[in-house]
């Protein structure tokens, strides 16, 4: 069984479609979320998941080989995979946007409705993952 990786192409920036430029670099204004950046944080959150499968199709692969065992315990993920998994999974949460999180209060930061509504359901779909 072959296992193929998402694109190693570079993560958009997260700016939205009105404040890109054709003739200069576009930018995002200050203290305005980007909408784009839930794309760039679920693109995120695939990666890690696909290095995740990565690691059980490993551990797959080591378990199916027609090695003498040495120990019942040795098959399964590497454990120090699983650890650098795990702070992968920390790093991700911890560096999710603030205006997607759950119990995100958009409202109280000047938003308008729409953009409220739009992170509101972002944070829903990413939670839901």
């Known amino acids: ?3 193929q ?3 190693t192409a570079p993560l958009p ?3 939205d479609d009105e404040y890109l430029s054709t003739t200069t670099e576009g930018r995002q204004p200050d203290g305005k979320p980007a909408r784009l950046e839930s794309i760039v944080y679920t693109m995120k959150s695939i990666k890690l998941m696909e290095d995740m499968r990565a690691v059980q199709l490993t ?3 080591r378990a199916s080989q027609d090695v003498p065992l040495r120990n019942e315990y040795t098959l399964g993920p590497d454990p120090s995979a699983i650890l650098r998994i795990y702070s992968r999974v920390d790093d991700l949460l911890d560096g999710a946007p603030a ?3 759950p119990g995100a209060d958009n409202a109280a930061k000047g938003m308008s ?3 409220v509504a739009c992170f509101r359901m972002q944070g829903q779909v990413l939670r839901s993952r």
Do not use: G, V
């Open 1 to 3: 069984m072959t296992y």
């Open 5 to 7: 990786q998402m694109s």
């Open 13 to 15: 920036q997260a700016i």
């Open 59 to 61: 551990s797959n692969l």
């Open 99 to 101: 205006h997607i999180r």
């Open 113 to 115: 409705e729409e953009d």
